[in-house]
């Protein structure tokens, strides 16, 4: 009989002690006489902090160490598990308490039970491993990164963003937390194509605008629907983004290389593709830099017209241009012959996963059901914070601040190149987030120079990574926007020493 004032939880640690001696389900000394502890001895102290838990969760605590003793391996398939009264003996907690988790493990599939054999852990069960690895795309230990695709994620309006959220969090009706609209939130949509017209001279209807989580959704949805039409190929710019070649694949559709030339996509090699659909970046080409000319724009909507064909012009970072206005999107000229798509990739941060797909009315329909079956909408308040943003200004405001610190970035990566590799040809710093720079002839051929600013800790793309054509010339893909004037400096002065080494 248990002394007044003393329970079991009391007694846990003397039982500590004889736990460890007692063999499983028989209540005989094992260890105690030299023999081998029980199987499930060397898990015992996983159970322990469960059955110290508040009264109230002691029983959830309990099932989910055990639970994930059986998981992680230290429990292994096979082992016999003590009987509940003993158990209960040992840790201090009712046996009630052991025979529902049995039970509950039991019917999970963790555990098996036969009338008169015991309990053991269940052979279904495999060790999981519950490492989370990071997988987000960024160079290892880097002493200088120049890899382009990435704005500076410190100018994030955090202030202004998390404004945004508590506003809409407030002001949100509950019916608006329900499934949305998979083209988008309404009040995005009008907010959206107030900005595109405003901005990139889009024709811009919010009827056939659709939010999507960025351009690489919006190129595999336009491309399943491709598909569906039977559309097997695509022409996409050589060089280009070589994400495109992957994005297509998913959505079933192959691509053809098409070069260019000083004016933008040949249209040349274009006709004589056979394609009917071709991805472009007309307002500053990836990674070249070059921006369409007049001329070339009208060739290539005539080309779309003459096919019956489709350009989807990807405008990923329309918004920066530092020498006059941005270019126009080429979706303006002709609605009907465009998709147009774009981001806050780079304007605001990739995270975000907020981006637009404005399609042709023919396809229209069938966009908005892939849509729909591809994940029912985007989040509703994600798609409100973005446009209280856009509707109070703060979009704006966030831009003419970029614009001000990559433009000073831009000059201070010139400034470094030539300093440190005079002779330099800079192309492409008109606009966008990185620039092309053709190192002078005696930095020597690019493989060996690649692998000397590798050694070195220097991270930098090639532009024959971004396409077929081969280079005799090291002529480099810079990005700066993610690097203060100072990194850029230190960055180029180490490359400059990597290169006399």
């Known amino acids: 009989m248990t002394p007044s004032g003393t329970n079991r939880a009391d007694r846990a640690p003397a039982d500590r002690t004889r736990a460890g001696r007692s063999s499983t389900g028989t209540g005989r000394e094992t260890s105690g006489r030299g023999g081998p502890p029980p199987p499930w001895a060397a898990a015992w102290e996983v159970l322990l902090p469960a059955a110290a838990a508040p009264a109230r969760a002691r029983g959830r605590a309990f099932q989910a160490a055990l639970r994930a003793a059986v998981r992680s391996g230290r429990l292994a398939p096979g082992t016999r598990l003590p009987a509940s009264r003993e158990l209960a003996a040992d840790l201090g907690v009712s046996r009630g308490l052991v025979t529902e988790a049995y039970e509950q493990l039991t019917a999970e599939g963790y555990l098996r039970s036969g009338r008169g054999a015991g309990t053991w852990v269940s052979g279904a069960v495999r060790a999981a491993n519950p490492r ?6 960024r160079p290892a230990g880097a002493r200088a990164d120049f890899v382009p695709g990435t ?8 202030s202004a963003w998390a404004a945004a959220y508590r506003g809409v969090l407030a002001e949100l009706p509950h019916q608006a937390l329900g499934y949305p609209d998979p083209r988008g939130l309404p009040r995005l949509r009008t907010a959206l194509a107030e900005l595109l017209a405003r901005r990139r001279g889009v024709a811009a209807d919010p009827e056939r605008l659709m939010v999507v989580s960025g351009v690489a959704q919006a190129t595999t949805l336009l491309g399943s629907v491709l598909h569906a039409r039977g559309v097997r190929t695509v022409g996409v710019e050589d060089p280009g983004s070589p994400e495109h070649g992957a994005l297509h694949a998913a959505a079933g559709l192959g691509t053809v290389p098409l070069p260019l030339d000083e004016e933008g996509l040949a249209t040349g090699p274009l006709r004589a593709s056979g ?4 991805v472009t970046t007309p307002a500053h080409q990836f990674p070249s830099g070059i921006a369409y000319s ?3 724009r009208a060739e290539l909507l005539d080309w779309a017209r003459s096919v019956d064909g489709l350009v989807v012009e990807d405008d990923y970072d329309g ?3 530092y020498d ?8 303006g000229l002709d609605p009907e012959r465009v998709a147009y798509t774009g981001s806050v990739s780079k304007s605001l941060a990739p995270g975000l996963r907020l981006g637009w797909l404005l399609v042709p009315e023919s396809f229209a329909e069938e966009v908005v059901e892939r849509k729909r079956t591809m994940d029912l909408g985007h989040p509703a308040i994600d798609q409100a ?14 831009l003419r601040r970029c614009q001000r610190a990559y433009r000073e970035r831009r000059d201070a990566l010139l400034s470094a190149l030539d300093e440190h590799f005079p002779g330099t040809e800079v192309s492409g710093i008109a606009a966008g987030l990185h620039a092309i720079a053709e190192l002078p002839g005696h930095c020597g051929p690019p493989d060996r120079f690649l692998e000397r600013v590798a050694g070195a800790g220097i991270a930098v793309r090639p532009l024959s990574a971004y396409g077929t054509t081969a280079d005799d010339r090291v002529r480099l893909v810079l990005g700066y926007a993610h690097l203060s004037p100072a990194r850029i400096h230190e960055g180029v002065e180490l490359m400059a020493a990597a290169t006399r080494a």
């Open 319 to 321: 918004d920066f241009r």
């Open 275 to 278: 394609v009917r659909v071709v």
């Open 151 to 158: 704005p500076d994620l410190s100018l994030f309006p955090r």
């Open 294 to 296: 007049a001329r070339r």
């Open 132 to 137: 989370a690895r990071d997988l987000a795309p």
């Open 324 to 331: 006059r206005a941005p270019v126009g999107a080429l979706q």
């Open 385 to 398: 914070a973005l446009a209280r943003f856009l509707e109070r200004g703060e979009y704006d405001r966030h």
